[in-house]
């Protein structure tokens, strides 16, 4: 179950997104001893801070679930915070951040998230609120969630799976709307912001028995409003390929990495609105492109450790990121090489010959495997538990049959709509993707100083070689071929054959305040 406030929501406010965070960890320290006790043997509990609130999860066999959740919701809204333990919370919180995104491999998908999501809060803004965060500002965050201000912005969401009575539901699901003085949407009354639209739609999907059928199990769904939330995602341009880049956190990390990132589509993935499915076209271009990708830019030309290609959705937006992290090759080099996999070694290699060999044979057992996955995926009750989460919280569309829908759709995919959907979304020359690359750079080398003049001497040599092949954002350059933003975009020109538009972004706060926005999906 998710608890969510726009005041908690809000993320200019980085206090109160450290106090969110430290509330929840002082009482998880508060609560340890309680929850070891024998009497909840087999039960489990986690407390996670969401960009929307407040997520509550309780598992186990015992038939005591229900009893463990009001015990937790009634402790965690009253237990007393010591001053003691906060201040060591938050000390704990800050040693947290600070090495948030030490390592390359954290870097790039932190800086993924900023760049496409507008408004995320910086590791550094988060840092600057822990150092100032007091225990009042802990339970001020308390207060906005169990003490609302009588206008409704407080929105509850749970799901319930198991064999569990659903006189037993009901009753811990009005005591949590007592505790938290929510009011629950009957149908009955107008809101602005969609709730009895979506309540009705619940309504009659369960009225049509469209939820997936739970073998021996009960499985009770139960929602009160809907979110008021506003999430915006930035447009990235067409045409033109934006790049930034980053120095490391930490001068002793060697490594350096860069993430071609596109955005598919502007419709969300779910099906609702969108009847050609963008979700599961993206996902089986990754499936497809995943091993060819892993084979050329790793195992035969040993770009770097990590070389991969994954489809994410993003506030319900999909997006393709294409990754190579590596101590060899800097970033403009990475970014060259995976340009040409997809612009060229991809597209003619597989797109247009192995993949339509013999009738698209390998392009039909592609699609049969992934069929045969996706049966998988819901054949447990924790797979149908995900699933129902997603349609409710995640994606609002209460699309409970959606598996299905996705099998149908990849069994009635063809290769010719794999292949223009590829082109329209992959291809530079089509100039309609949206594509954006993001840099991780280590930081420069530190001058040694005059200590050592004969050493220096000896070594003027490799100090020119090193000065000429440092980039202009500061850091060694390790293929001296590619050093600038410039050099990139002339060798793309003359590699690839693409007049491609590459712009620097010196500032991302104020780059997204130049773009349009996308309205809420969630």
Partial sequence: MVFEHPCIYDETNATIWVALQALIDTF??????????????????????????????????????????????????????????????????????????????????????????????????????????????????????????????????????????????????????????????NGNTSDDDGSVAFYNKHKSLMAEQKFLPLPDQQSIEYRYTFSKLQHRNVVLPARDVHIYAEKCISADEDNEGVVVMYQMSDEPVCFGDNKRGIGIMCYVLKQIMCEPFYDALRTKQQLGYDVSVNYETVRNIPYMKFTIISSQFNPHYAALQILKFINDTFYNEYVLDILMQNECEKFKEKIDILVQSNKIETSTLSARHGLYWDEIFTYNSFEFDSKQREIERLQSFTFEEFKLFYEQSLLCKNEQTKCAILQVWRQAGVDDGDDDEEEDEEDGDADDEKDENTSETGVAAVDPDIESVNELKQRITNDLKLNVNIREIKDIRQWQNDLCMLKSYI
């Fill in 28 to 185: 998880e320290q508060h609560f340890a001893s309680r929850s070891y006790a024998p009497e909840l043997s087999g039960l489990h509990f986690g407390l996670t801070r969401l960009q929307r609130g407040l997520r509550l999860r309780v598992n186990g066999y015992s038939q005591k679930v229900m009893a463990y959740v009001r015990e937790i919701v009634d402790e965690f809204s009253t237990f007393v915070l010591d001053a003691a333990l906060f201040e060591s919370q938050r000390k704990l919180l800050i040693r947290r951040l600070k090495n948030w995104i030490v390592d390359c491999e954290d870097h790039i998908p932190y800086l993924a998230a900023r760049t496409v999501m507008f408004g995320t809060l910086t590791r550094e803004q988060a840092m600057a609120a822990a150092e100032k965060l007091s225990v009042d500002d802990v339970r001020k965050v308390r207060t906005f969630l169990f003490n609302p201000r009588g206008d409704d912005e407080m929105k509850f969401y749970a799901l319930f799976t198991g064999n569990l009575p659903p006189n037993a539901v009901h009753e811990c699901v009005q005591y949590i709307g007592d505790k938290f003085h929510l009011r629950r949407g």
